[in-house]
């Protein structure tokens, strides 16, 4: 166990798996609390105990977090276990769909909005009064496709867009109150999203997102989630309103990059966290 957040209460949205899993786990083992939040339907009871098993300490918190009233639920449960709240992790968002948009979806586009926007908005908004007493902070998802725009994802890319700004904002505006705002925007990421049997992406878009990158490689979600942990941490106290890119240099790179890298860099690092639902993807729209 590390002490890089010893005594920090932390709240992960989008908590049981994917990248949330990897950040859930990581703070437990820097000594914080966890609240593992996330929809009814993912793993949060899992990770939690995963996390305990390891000498971690962790809740669930179940539920729809785009409405404001469960989003006040969440930290109201993380101040009643915990006493406090120290960080807030806007991890939660989907990525239900793929298409031009002429044949994008109104649904996925609601989706989107509700998910990736609304979620960071509602628990945002509800955590801030807590984190203004503790002078603690918010990282919230953002994507290297909400800097650059990419085809066939242009709604998804907006949305993350909005977060970037959003961000900000909120920075500029809680500096006054002694509260950090800051964004991680990963590029392709080893979770379901980027594989074309649990995510919208097709085969031609899978291996190019891949080959996009200077690494010639997906990031993994400890390696994303280490970013999270500066970011969240005492050590990132002079860092606000910053957009931090995990993207293997894909923003910098020029055509199909990753077919040259070294091979060296073409490996996943083994990493240290046990994650179980690193592929598991609840991406699809639903109603």
């Given at each position: 166990m590390?002490n890089?957040?010893?005594g920090?209460?932390a709240i992960?949205?989008?908590?049981?798996?994917?990248i949330?899993?990897a950040?859930?786990?990581k703070?437990?083992?820097?000594g914080?609390?966890?609240?593992?939040?996330g929809l009814p339907?993912?793993?949060?009871?899992?990770?939690?105990k995963?996390?305990?098993?390891?000498?971690?300490?962790a809740?669930?918190?179940?539920?729809?977090?785009?409405?404001?009233?469960?989003?006040?639920?969440c930290?109201?449960?993380?101040?009643?276990?915990?006493?406090?709240?120290?960080i807030?992790?806007?991890?939660?968002?989907?990525?239900?769909?793929?298409n031009?948009?002429?044949?994008?979806?109104?649904?996925?586009?609601?989706?989107?909005?509700?998910?990736?926007n609304k979620?960071?908005f509602?628990?945002?908004?509800?955590?801030?009064?807590?984190?203004?007493k503790t002078?603690?902070?918010?990282?919230?998802a953002g994507?290297e496709?909400?800097?650059?725009?990419i085809?066939?994802?242009?709604?998804?890319?907006?949305?993350?867009g909005?977060n970037?700004?959003?961000?900000?904002?909120l920075?500029?505006e809680?500096?006054?109150?002694?509260?950090?705002?800051n964004?991680?925007?990963?590029?392709?990421?080893?979770?379901?999203?980027?594989?074309?049997?649990?995510g919208?992406?097709?085969?031609?878009?899978?291996?190019?997102?891949?080959?996009g990158?200077?690494?010639?490689r997906?990031?993994?979600?400890?390696?994303?989630a280490n970013?999270?942990?500066?970011?969240?941490s005492?050590?990132?106290s002079?860092?606000?309103?910053?957009v931090?890119?995990?993207?293997?240099?894909?923003?910098?790179?020029k055509?199909?990059?990753?077919?040259q890298?070294?091979?060296?860099?073409?490996?996943?690092?083994?990493?240290?966290?046990?994650?179980?639902?690193?592929?598991?993807?609840?991406?699809?729209?639903r109603k």
């Open positions: 590390g890089r957040l010893e920090k209460v992960v949205t989008g908590g049981g798996s994917g949330g899993e950040i859930s786990k703070f437990a083992k820097e914080a609390k966890v609240v593992v939040a339907e993912d793993p949060v009871e899992d990770v939690v995963e996390i305990q098993e390891e000498g971690g300490t809740i669930p918190f179940n539920a729809d977090l785009s409405v404001l009233a469960n989003a006040e639920s930290v109201s449960l993380a101040v009643k276990q915990y006493g406090k709240l120290d807030l992790i806007n991890n939660a968002g989907t990525f239900p769909e793929t031009m948009l002429s044949d994008y979806s109104e649904e996925a586009f609601d989706y989107l909005l509700k998910n990736n979620t960071v509602a628990m945002s908004k509800a955590a801030l009064p807590e984190l203004q002078k603690g902070n918010i990282v919230t994507s496709s909400g800097i650059l725009g085809a066939q994802n242009a709604p998804y890319g907006a949305t993350k909005f970037h700004a959003f961000t900000k904002g920075a500029a809680q500096a006054q109150k002694g509260v950090r705002c964004i991680v925007a990963p590029g392709p990421i080893d979770t379901g999203w980027t594989h074309k049997e649990t919208p992406m097709d085969s031609q878009m899978e291996q190019m997102v891949t080959k990158t200077l690494m010639g997906r990031g993994t979600p400890e390696e994303v970013v999270y942990l500066f970011l969240a005492d050590e990132a002079y860092v606000t309103g910053a931090f890119p995990v993207d293997g240099g894909t923003l910098i790179a055509g199909p990059a990753g077919d890298a070294a091979e060296s860099m073409k490996q996943q690092p083994d990493g240290e966290l046990k994650l179980k639902h690193s592929k598991d993807s609840h991406t699809s729209v």
